[in-house]
Structure formats: C-alpha cells, structure tokens
C-alpha cells in the first residue's frame, strides 16, 4: 500500500470505521501525510506572524491558524479510527486506546501513554484472522476464527 492508497482508503473508504484491522504501512503513510500536510501549515503560521506582528487588524497568520485548525479537526475522527483499527491489528481492543487516550492528560503521563502507542503501532500485527477480522495483509487466508 502507497501514500495515496493509504489515504484514499483512511479518507475515503474508512473514514469513521472502527471495526476491522489496519496494516501498519496504512498507518504509516497516512502519518505521512498528515505531518506532510500540517508542517508546512505551521511553518506559513509561524512566518506570517512574524512578519506582520502588530497592528490590531487580522493577520493572514489568523487564517492560516484557523485553516490548520480545521484541518486538525477534519483529520481528529479518521485518525482516531485509524489507531483503533491498527490496535485491532494486534489482537487489542481499542478501549484500550481510550484509555491510553484519557491517561495521557495527567501529567508526565503522556511520557508513558506515548511511547506505548508508539511501540503498539509498530508492532507487526497477528497473522491470519483475528477475533477484529481478517489479517489485511492476506485476507484470503481464511480461516475460523472462533474454532
């Protein structure tokens, strides 16, 4: 799976699916493509509002901020199903993901939770079906799951 298949399918196809199994190369290009699409909208943040700091009048730095905003906020829901679907890759539950989710907000936590999600991410995923559904990287290996 490329970049431009991994975000048809996260954007398009799975938008808010949070059932089923990710491959870590969709995970992982899709990561891509968020950090190729936020960074440079950060940069032009950081640029314009240097340039133009002062004066009480809007700044094209404000657009900007609003554009990467909504962005973030477009992305919030399909990345989020994205995680979970990579969790149930690895055989985890994505209540688990929750979890990680909710503990990163206590403080120092997130040094733990972070690099948790990471690992979790990286890890390759269980081989053949799982109880989440068939291995996507071989799905017509089939084989009963609860047997």
Known sequence: MGLTEAVRTVLKQKYATFSGRASRSEYWWF???????LFPLAILAFVLAYATS???????????????????LAILLPL???????FHDRNISGWWYLALFILSFIPYA???TFPVTI???MLPGTEGPNKFGPDPLHPEARAEVFA
């Open 110 to 112: 997130a040094f733990v």
């Open 119 to 121: 690992v979790i991410s």
């Open 80 to 86: 989020t199903a994205l995680q979970v679907r990579r």
């Open 31 to 37: 990561m891509l493509f968020c950090v190729l699409a």
């Open 54 to 72: 002062g004066g009480g009048v809007p700044s094209p730095a404000s657009y900007t901020v609003v554009i990467w905003m909504l962005f973030a």
